[in-house]
């Protein structure tokens, strides 16, 4: 809005000058049409520039709230996953401190032991990253959490469906890889896709727009532009 008000202020002090102008150097009435058309053409020109500015804005704003989420996400995984001198027993332990926090909505609590096996295993999963391996999947985390499949089922009722699964996989692998893109700038796209497990780049650009609702690409410019307000 300030640009486009700005915009105006222009224009109208143009039209004032001009008028004057006019006026005294006593143009003829074509003359004088023609610099209103020419003024008319800058008013256009102005405010279709000014809701360009704006537009732009406001994506860029988008991205940046994008971008401050992801790494806020990425800050509490750090906080809980990230520091070696915490053993899973104690990273469990700083999970549900933090599931016990208060929020905007109450949810039903899951039964104790489904919420503890949860929790351990997103902790050691995340620790232990087995999914950067492009095979790993729902029978490979069954395995992984050395249980059947019967049990595994029981304990973790929302990932029965091996595709279900695929995406919380697929999630972590995303996660993963916004924080390399973010610490090693240096790292090309190939390198990402195949350190972080994906099959191809077209799953990774998937599962990241999944996970964050801005692709890659738009993700590694936000960061971009970012470091370079900070220079």
Request: with cysteine.
């Amino acid at each position: 809005m300030i640009i486009i008000r700005r915009n105006i202020i222009v224009t109208a002090s143009l039209l004032l000058l001009s008028t004057q102008f006019c006026h005294a150097h006593v143009h003829t009435l074509a003359e004088a049409d023609n610099i209103i058309v020419i003024l008319v053409v800058i008013v256009i020109v102005l405010l279709v520039l000014g809701s360009i500015g704006l537009r732009q804005g406001r994506i860029i704003r988008q991205r940046n709230e994008q971008l401050r989420r992801i790494l806020n996400a990425l800050d509490d995984n750090r906080t809980i996953v990230g520091d070696g001198e915490l053993s899973l027993d104690e990273q469990v332990d700083v999970v549900k401190i933090k599931e016990l926090e208060p929020k905007t909505k109450k949810t039903k609590a899951a039964p104790k032991d489904e919420e503890a096996f949860f929790v351990k295993m997103d902790a050691r999963v995340k620790k232990e990253k087995p999914f950067t391996d492009p095979d790993f999947d729902y029978y490979a985390l069954i395995k992984f959490m050395r249980v059947s499949q019967d049990e595994f089922c029981r304990l973790v009722p929302r990932y029965t469906d091996p595709e279900r699964t695929k995406d919380y996989i697929n999630s972590l692998r995303a996660e993963y890889a916004a924080k390399l893109l973010m610490e090693h700038t240096d790292y090309s796209m190939e390198n990402i896709v195949s350190k972080c497990g994906f099959k191809d780049t077209a799953a990774f650009n998937s599962a990241f727009k999944f996970s964050f609702g801005i692709t890659p690409t738009d993700y590694m410019n936000t960061i971009s532009r970012m470091f370079k307000n900070k220079v």
